[in-house]
Every structure is written in C-alpha cells, then in structure tokens.
C-alpha cells in the first residue's frame, strides 16, 4: 500500500469548526467537502482537537513529505471553501495566489482566544 500524497488536519475542537464562532457555517459541510477533495487529490483527511491558532478560525493544516505544513485559516466563506478544494483535488501543488493571504504565519506567537 503506498502512502498518501499528503493528509490535512481540520480543528474541530474548541472554537474552530463549531457554531460558536460562526454560528451561519455549516462546519459538517465543510469538513465533508474538504475530505471528498484530499480523497480525489490522493490525500487523505481527519479531524482534530485544537490546534491552537484559535485567532485563525476554521484552521486546516496540509502536511506533505518533503514540504513545510500550510496552516490555513479563516476558511468562513464558500469562495474560500472552494478554492482549498480545488488546490486538494489537484493533490496540493503549491500554494495557489488566491489561498496565500490565508495562510497562518506560525513564527508569530498567537494569544489563545477559544
């Protein structure tokens, strides 16, 4: 069996990916059609607990060999949405321009907010 081509992480815990902080996403939603497109894209997927950049909101972390993790955030919106999973199905090439200004800069320390 050979290995993944890359897995993606989703928050599901704290405040990421429940309606207490964006009570009009449907976070189930999400998280199926983000699954569907790692599948498609040679991936596979899973939901977390928090993985701690709660400022971020609907965090989701691809993790690729060879590559640094992408820790994407503020994924609020179906523009967004779609976007993440069309760069998944497409097995996760480099990042796209239009996902960039999503990405979580992890060398700044973040205040916990969930």
Not at 17 to 28: L, S, V
Not at 86 to 111: C, F, K, M, N, S
Request: charged share 25%; proline share 6%; with cysteine.
């Amino acid at each position: 069996m050979t290995s993944p081509a890359f897995r993606v992480q989703m928050c599901d815990a704290c405040c990421c990916g429940t309606t207490e902080k964006h009570p009009n996403i449907d976070h189930q939603r999400q998280r199926d059609e983000i699954a569907a497109a790692a599948t498609a894209g040679g991936g596979t997927s899973r939901v977390v607990d928090c993985l701690g950049e709660c400022h971020a909101s609907n965090v989701v972390v691809v993790l690729q060999p060879e590559r640094e993790a992408e820790w994407l955030g503020w994924i609020v919106d179906d523009t967004i949405l779609s976007d993440v999973c069309d760069w998944l199905r497409d097995g996760a090439p480099t990042l796209p321009e239009q996902i960039a200004p999503h990405r979580i800069d992890r060398t700044q320390p973040v205040e916990q907010t969930g």
